[in-house]
T-cell receptor, first 114, second 113 residues
């Protein structure tokens, strides 16, 4: 029972172009939606988040869009840079209990080619 | 310390042995989480600590897995009688506030041979 799905295991983009990473979720009660970035041999690092009351949040080259009716989250990176090459995980904050735990997708490996 | 610290970075153990993985969270972070990432998989939740108590252990895969946290700080994840399917990267994260912003350690890569 996957509550968070990233259907594209990998994505390859040319430097300077836009990268669009997608994520679908099943539960309309989630409060927070986040993106994490992970380099090899390192732990994931927080990238950007959005609360359920918004539909867009922007931070420099990174923008997260939330489409609640479609239960869809996306991350746009523009312009993409080679240093953006990493695994990107979307995550949602669980609604059961009050733990604040995150439920992660399977990840999408982004390769930005120079 | 400045960040979340995990030790060891790598651990190779023989099937059937017990292992202990350690996590030192960011000072003052009351929430602590353990996750694991198996090869080609996403991050799988294991257990959540608030202070020294573990209100959510729902992700522990079997009774061979246990964890404790002492002094509201360091946590230890113990796997008894390790199996090959336990091989994974075990990640610890701490958090101060409920906005989902976790700070992860670099992980412990466990290989059971």
């Amino acid at each position: 029972d996957q509550q968070v799905k990233q259907n594209s295991p990998s994505l390859s983009v040319q430097e300077g172009r836009i990268s669009i990473l997608n994520c679908d979720y099943t539960n309309s009660m989630f409060d927070y939606f986040l993106w994490y970035k992970k380099y090899p041999a390192e732990g994931p690092t927080f990238l950007i988040s959005i609360s359920s009351i918004k539909d867009k949040n922007e931070d420099g080259r990174f923008t997260v869009f939330l489409n609640k009716s479609a239960k869809h989250l996306s991350l746009h990176i523009v312009p993409s840079q080679p240093g953006d090459s990493a695994v990107y995980f979307c995550a949602v904050e669980g609604v059961t209990g009050n733990t604040g735990k995150l439920i992660f997708g399977q990840g999408t490996t982004l390769q930005v080619k120079p | 310390g400045a960040g979340v610290s995990q030790s060891p970075s790598n651990k190779v153990t023989e099937k059937g042995k017990d292992v202990e993985l350690r996590c030192d969270p960011i000072s003052g972070h009351t929430a602590l989480y353990w996750y694991r990432q198996s090869l080609g998989q996403g991050l799988e939740f294991l257990i959540y600590f608030q202070g020294n108590s573990a209100p959510d252990k729902s992700g522990l895969p079997s009774d061979r897995f246990s964890a404790e946290r002492t002094g509201g700080s360091v946590s230890t994840l113990t796997i008894q009688r390790t199996q090959q399917e336990d091989s994974a990267v075990y990640l610890c994260a701490s958090s101060l506030e409920r906005t989902g912003k976790f700070f992860f350690g670099q992980g412990t890569r466990l290989t059971v041979v």
